[in-house]
C-alpha cells in the first residue's frame, strides 16, 4: 500500500487498517528466526528503526532493526520511469536492488570495525513497485544518553573523544 492510500485511510479515520499497514513488519516476527520488536525508536522519510529482542533462556539480547524503502515514494519512482532511463519498473527495481545488496556487502565486511555499526543481518523484501531492506544492526547508546548516565573518567572522554 502507498503513502497516499495510508493518508486517506488516516483522513477517513480508518485508523484501525491504517495502523495495520504500518506495523506489518510486526507480521514477519520472529525476523531473522528468532528477533521480536519492543518497540519503534524512530521514522524518517523512507525508514524506520526499531528496538528488537531474543531471549535465550534467561538472557534477552537487544539490536535495532533499520527498514527502508526503495524508492522512497511514488514521487520518486514517477521521476525515474519518465526519466527514460530504464525500459519499465522492474528493470530499475532490479539494478536498484542489486546495488542495495552490494552495499549491504560492504557493509558486513566492515562490521568488525570499533567505529562502524555492525550489520549482523539483512533481507530484501521485494513488492510490485519498490522493495524493502531490514538490516539487523547493533543497537547503540546516544551520545549525549551515555554521558548523562554514567560517571565518565577523564581517560574515557579522551578515548571518546579520539574515537569520534
Known sequence: MQFYQLKNLIEEENYEQAAVVRDKIKEME???????????????KNSKFYK???TDG???????LKTVKFPSSDRELS????????NNIDEYLDLLQQSVSRNMAVMRSLS?????????NFTIIREASCFYVLMLVDLLT???????FENISKEDTVKIGKDI
Open 142 to 148: 546516544p551520545l549525549s544518553d551515555y554521558l548523562s
Open 30 to 44: 520472529p525476523l531473522f528466526g528468532s528477533w521480536h520488536i519492543e518497540a519503534k525508536i524512530s521514522e524518517g
Open 112 to 120: 568488525h570495525h570499533k567505529n562502524i555499526v555492525s550489520l549482523h
Open 58 to 64: 534467561l538472557q534477552k539480547d537487544y539490536l535495532g
Open 79 to 86: 521521476r525515474v520511469i519518465a526519466s527514460g532511463k530504464y
Open 52 to 54: 528488537v529482542y531474543r
